[in-house]
């Protein structure tokens, strides 16, 4: 399995817009599932001692299914990255990992 994990910063006063773009039925997983069964689902956690601290987990068959998804979808991906910069003050990659 091969995950990749994302924090964010979101704005104050967007955390619901946030929590249903990137929930794990969310339009983020929506696209994602266009991958079929190279995509195994995504965790969105919220920071309980910090307000507007996501991370989110997004599950992978493997780094080569990804890699695909992403040259496949790269406008679609990039369109719904551009609508969703709105909500954040800050996105950091935290990893790419492999079980």
């Not at 493997?62 to 910069?85: G, I, M, P, W």
Request: aromatic share 14%; with cysteine; charged share 30%.
């Amino acid at each position: 399995m091969y995950m990749v994990i994302w924090r964010f910063e979101v704005k104050p006063g967007s955390e619901q817009a946030f929590e249903k773009v990137y929930a794990a039925s969310g339009d983020w997983a929506q696209l994602f599932q266009k991958a079929g069964e190279a995509y195994q689902g995504t965790e969105l956690l919220r920071e309980v001692e910090q307000p507007g601290i996501y991370v989110t987990i997004d599950r992978w068959q493997s780094h080569k299914a990804y890699e695909e998804f992403l040259k496949q979808t790269v406008n679609e991906y990039k369109e719904l990255d551009d609508r969703c910069e709105v909500l954040t003050i800050s996105e950091t990659k935290i990893g790419d990992l492999e079980l």
